[in-house]
Antibody, heavy 118, light 107 residues
Framework: QVQLVQSGTEVKKPGASVKVSCKAS????????LHWVRQAPGQGLEWMGW????????EYSQKFHDRVTLTRDTSASTAYMELSSLTSEDTAMYYC???????????WGQGTLVTVSS | EIVMTQSPATLSVSPGERATLSCRAS??????LAWYQQRPGQAPRLLIY???TRATGIPARFSGSGSGTEFTLTISSLQSEDFAVYYC?????????FGQGTKVEIK
């Protein structure tokens, strides 16, 4: 069965960076793209970007394009999201999600809570 | 950017009643729309894609309709496990945006 398992809770200080992992299993990693979505406490879902599991092509939301880096390790079937220059406004749950076909997300990771606090 | 607007923000419904949720796109997105359910403390779950196709394992009481800019998610008879937040998402032309969500609460 398809599973996306994310790394654990992170606590960071303002100005630091965080790197979240998303390990895929149950399907061929290179056949699908993975998207990243975040959710601030009590708020809605915000799209951050995506990476093609096969060729590594990626695209970022304009809001994050200068602070986020998406990478993947095909040998480990794992995608990574690194966010730099953290502020308290980056405190959120970060999700990876597999994109099916042209655009919907059929499987989601369990989420990684990132807390930014001095 | 395509803006998705959901209404109402909160919907109070009694168990067994019907719930109707709306989602409007700022420009035509054809049928490139998905609905997700998010229960407290959980990741979102895909309910509907292609505006009207139920995802695997989703009960028949969930149905989606619409195309272009106006979309509806209907839950025909609310069960206790259906009280949650629902998000629409457009995926038209290699862009992805979510609505702000509708919370379905017990009346």
């Amino acid at each position: 069965q398809v599973q996306l398992v994310q790394s654990g809770t992170e606590v960071k200080k303002p100005g630091a960076s965080v790197k979240v992992s998303c390990k895929a299993s149950g399907y061929t990693f290179t056949d699908y793209s993975l998207h990243w979505v975040r959710q601030a406490p009590g708020q809605g879902l915000e799209w951050m970007g995506w990476i093609n599991g096969g060729n590594g092509d990626r695209e970022y939301s304009q809001k994050f394009h200068d602070r986020v880096t998406l990478t993947r390790d095909t040998s480990a079937s794992t995608a990574y999201m690194e966010l730099s220059s953290l502020t308290s406004e980056d405190t959120a749950m970060y999700y990876c999600a597999r994109r099916y076909d042209s655009g919907w997300y059929d499987f989601w990771g369990q989420g990684t809570l990132v807390t930014v606090s001095s | 950017e395509i803006v998705m607007t959901q209404s109402p923000a909160t919907l109070s419904v009694s168990p067994g009643e019907r719930a109707t949720l709306s989602c409007r796109a700022s420009q035509s997105i054809s049928s490139n729309l998905a609905w997700y359910q998010q229960r407290p403390g959980q990741a979102p779950r895909l309910l509907i894609y292609g505006a009207s196709t139920r995802a695997t394992g989703i009960p028949a009481r969930f149905s989606g309709s619409g195309s272009g800019t106006e979309f509806t998610l209907t839950i025909s008879s609310l069960q206790s496990e259906d009280f949650a937040v629902y998000y629409c998402q457009q995926y038209n032309n290699w862009t992805w945006t979510f609505g702000q969500g509708t919370k379905v609460e017990i009346k």
